[in-house]
């Protein structure tokens, strides 16, 4: 394997070209195309509102792409297992599915925050963390031929402290944020003594596709938990951007607390959602408005969502300041299935595998996650006879299972699982028929290869 090309530089400043990351950060993960990576030090001695940590960013680009129309930002949370858990995010399959869609990269950032250390210092991008975003952009760019990121719009995911700071980025430019998702964390929009200024929100903020996301044992039904001050802080940011005339909704999930749970079958088609309705035909023109007319409605009742069912805007009586915004049917539909019981439907098979290579006995492919309901896992068949599962059982303490494997950060584990299997036995010098499916995390096969 080729060196991984990464370029580190020192706050603005190119210190090498070719290097390894260093600890307590060190990645094993190739950044070869279609994967690129920048790394940034921390200065010696950083200025009022510097970065003060070094981040790495690592962009995934749909292969064929020839204008990038936008990127998808998967930002983790607080702490140093959190952050580590960042350097995974551009080789997710599921959320490579919905880049690939709209012809967006797809980033992941890691700020190596050391154990214990104040997450502020990043997770509030006015402390540098927007700087040194923008500024991975134009070296990304520059060092995958695609300039246009330095000006393409944004998708937002964040989660605890990522969702701080996907809240922030949105507030402070609007205008390039075509969504985001805010998974138990959101940005201070009023004044609390002892905590970070609160955002000014502008009438361009209140455009920007917004849905606050936590768990039920994060103070919906927890009161007592380590977070349970959770749902105070969504609420009061909910009501506050609401108030305004803010596109925001709230999703309740009914059974995790702080991790990210089964949130990525409903984030991604919100996403995608607005991501249809937003990005311009024409790399460089302005987002679009979300369109008039076909918006749901819902009421804000944290303790009863799965109870209530959205309506039309037209249609739904109650105080609008207090109800749920959802982008569409389709989307209010499937919140009414993730607010009961996560189990947002899918009735599409996922995409069948490619590029099936047998050499001997060894057996290599790729596949594309299934949008909706992302990879589950493959089926192997020799012969018209099945052999194996990968996995042969699906293990995720978060949610559902998945081909990849979740961390509490909704990212991949490492070390990345391969698609590749070992025949043991396919017997001395017979010919063999191999085929494989795709299954989705809906128990939907695919057609096979």
């Excluded at 600890?23 to 920048?38: K, S």
């Excluded at 300039?147 to 701080?164: F, I, R």
């Excluded at 700071?165 to 003594?193: D, T």
Aim: glycine share 10%.
């Amino acid at each position: 394997m080729r060196t991984p090309f990464i370029l580190t530089v020192v706050l603005g400043t190119i210190t090498a070209a070719i290097t390894a990351p260093v600890a307590p950060y060190e990645n094993p993960l190739a950044a070869e195309p279609p994967y690129y990576r920048v790394r940034y030090e921390a200065p010696a001695e950083p200025k009022e509102g510097e970065l003060i940590y070094p981040v790495s960013y690592t962009i995934w680009i749909p292969p064929g792409v020839e204008t990038l129309r936008g990127l998808i930002v998967h930002q983790h949370g607080c702490g140093e297992g959190s952050c580590k858990s960042g350097q995974t995010g551009a080789y997710d399959l599921h959320w490579q599915a919905l880049a690939k869609k709209h012809d967006c990269a797809l980033m992941g950032p890691s700020y190596e925050q050391p154990d214990k250390a104040d997450c502020q210092k990043w997770c509030d991008p006015r402390q540098g963390s927007d700087a040194a975003f923008q500024k991975a952009l134009a070296d990304l760019g520059k060092m995958s031929g695609h300039p246009e990121l330095t000006t393409a719009p944004w998708a937002l995911w964040g989660h605890s402290g990522g969702g701080h700071w996907a809240g922030g980025i949105s507030l402070l430019h609007p205008e390039r944020v075509a969504a985001a998702w805010l998974r138990s964390g959101v940005p201070p929009v009023a004044a609390v003594e002892g905590k970070p200024a609160p955002y000014t929100i502008t009438a361009g903020a209140t455009t920007v596709p917004l849905m606050c996301n936590l768990g039920t044992k994060e103070g919906v039904t927890d009161k007592e938990g380590r977070f349970a001050g959770v749902s105070a802080g969504v609420e009061t940011f909910f009501k506050t951007m609401r108030a305004e005339g803010s596109l925001v909704g709230v999703s309740v999930d009914p059974l995790s607390s702080h991790d990210c749970g089964n949130q990525r079958y409903l984030a991604i088609p919100w996403l995608d959602a607005c991501l249809a309705a937003r990005l311009p035909e024409k790399a460089g023109d302005p987002l679009k408005a979300m369109p008039k007319g076909e918006s749901w409605l819902a009421p804000l009742d944290l303790e009863a969502q799965g109870k209530v069912a959205p309506l039309p805007e037209s249609n739904f009586v109650g105080p609008l300041e207090s109800s749920v915004w959802l982008p569409n049917e389709a989307i209010a539909r499937a919140w009414s299935s993730y607010v009961k019981d996560t189990a947002v439907p899918d009735t599409t098979p996922p995409p069948a595998p490619t590029d099936l290579v047998v050499k001997g006995n060894e057996l290599t492919w790729e596949c594309e996650a299934d949008l909706e309901s992302g990879l589950a896992g493959f089926v192997i068949e020799r012969d018209g006879v099945v052999i194996a599962k990968l996995p042969e059982k699906g293990t995720n303490p978060f949610g559902r299972p998945v081909f990849q494997n979740l961390s509490y950060s909704d990212s991949p584990t490492q070390p990345l699982v391969g698609m590749r299997y070992t025949d043991p036995a396919p017997g001395s010098g017979k010919a063999h028929r191999y085929r494989i499916i795709a299954v989705n995390t809906v128990g939907l096969e695919s057609k096979s290869e």
